[in-house]
């Protein structure tokens, strides 16, 4: 007899909710973490008395009205809406692209002088069936907008051409001929007031925990500590790279505070410059309308060697989704370890989509004994 029954590797959105769910149903699970701080790419850290998104800023939302109950059982949330700045230099616009954004840039005053304005730029460029991002972008919004809100951001993001990526990434731009500035379409919204690490610490309560502790440095081990395993790291390290290295595209942070009580008026900024290194600037106490003396801000600037860097978004192309699949032929034959999350399933996920995932996965765990 064991002294688990799951021991779960990652103490993130993922794990933490697979941990909840299996601790109520009155399982005994161990969550370990090689971070020294739990919640994954969540995690906040207090400086100046203000939340830091360490890994990025993360917003919640989600039109899932249970999901919205489900992490407000552990704190409530605020009513913060994101509405980012975009800054080309030195000119101001309002994202998403919308009737504000519009007004700026043209003087438009309704929709149909908007959609006309766009309708005139786009008409001389004769776009058929769209073969890169340029082409896409130019057929949604025209010459203006491309140029100044997301040629330069897209190329400085992803390191390469717009001409030379493809159609698909920037699909669903969101574009509103309304005066709405709001980003997200989703019913709920909102910042956990005091913080992501409430809805960890909440979500982890019951469970036994440890950090500091890399699966890897002691996988025999650890493989006989529990009856399963929940696995929420690199699917490609599990297997010890034995196709290859799953790619991803990574961020680097810069944390200033400054002896200012508000620096940029706003959580998020954008910048569409070519010459600015960062692609944003966050103020990480807008997201909780805060009134600290001071102020902590972070530039967050794209990676061109990725590979020793954090992994932040995976890179869904052809030849990584080939590798990939190799990897699950293995996972799917495995019969004590569950794999879940952003890493082991090499998937952008929003938080609202890791809990659905996670709380699927621990139902089917709980009907299948
Ligand atoms: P996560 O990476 O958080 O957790 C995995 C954990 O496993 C980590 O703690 C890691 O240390 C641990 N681990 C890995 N290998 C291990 C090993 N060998 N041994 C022990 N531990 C190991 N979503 C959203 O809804 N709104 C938003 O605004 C944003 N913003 C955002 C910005 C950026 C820059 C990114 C990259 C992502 C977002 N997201 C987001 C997405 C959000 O971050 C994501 O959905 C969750 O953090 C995913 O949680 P996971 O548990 O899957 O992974």
Request: aromatic share 34%.
């Given at each position: 007899e064991k002294k688990y029954d799951y021991l779960i590797v990652g103490s993130g959105l993922f794990g933490a909710t697979f941990a909840h769910e299996m601790t109520k149903a009155g399982k005994k699970c161990l969550v370990i973490d090689k971070r020294d701080h739990t919640g994954g790419n969540i995690h906040c850290k207090k400086i100046e008395d203000i939340n830091v998104h360490w890994y990025g800023a993360h917003i919640f939302h989600t039109n899932d009205k249970f999901l919205w109950d489900f992490v407000n059982q552990f704190t409530d949330f605020n009513r913060y809406t994101n509405s980012p700045i975009a800054n080309y230099k030195g000119e101001l616009y309002n994202l998403p692209f919308n009737m504000n954004t519009f007004y700026s840039l043209w003087g438009t005053k309704t929709p149909k002088e908007a959609k006309e304005e766009i309708a005139r730029q786009i008409k001389h460029l004769n776009i058929g069936e769209p073969q890169n991002l340029e082409e896409q972008a130019l057929k949604l919004v025209g010459t203006d907008i491309y140029e100044k809100l997301i040629k330069h951001y897209t190329e400085k993001q992803w390191g390469k051409k717009a001409t030379a990526l493809p159609a698909f990434i920037i699909k669903r731009l969101p574009v509103r001929?309304?005066?709405?500035?709001?980003y997200f379409n989703d019913k709920y919204q909102g910042i956990p007031i005091g913080g992501f690490n409430k809805v960890i610490d909440g979500l982890l309560a019951g469970c036994d925990l440890r950090l500091?502790?890399?699966?890897?440095?002691n996988k025999s081990e650890w493989l006989n500590a529990a009856e399963k395993i929940v696995y929420t790291g690199k699917i490609d390290a599990y297997y010890d790279y034995r196709f290859g290295e799953l790619e991803y595209r990574s961020l680097r942070y810069e944390l200033e505070v400054h002896d200012t009580e508000n620096y940029q008026g706003n959580a998020v900024m954008n910048f569409t410059d070519a010459e600015t290194p960062y692609t944003r600037v966050y103020e990480h106490k807008h997201f909780e309308f805060g009134t600290q003396p001071k102020t902590v801000i972070t530039k967050e600037y794209p990676v061109k060697d990725a590979q020793n860097a954090e992994p932040y978004y995976p890179v869904n192309d052809e030849k990584n989704m080939h590798i990939l699949k190799k990897y699950q032929d293995l996972a799917s034959k495995e019969e004590k370890v569950i794999f879940g999350g952003r890493l082991a399933e090499y998937r952008y996920y929003d938080m609202h989509q890791v809990i659905a995932s996670a709380l699927l996965k621990s139902k089917n765990e709980l009907k299948n004994e």
């Open positions: 001929f309304t005066y709405d500035n709001n500091n502790t890399d699966f890897f440095d």
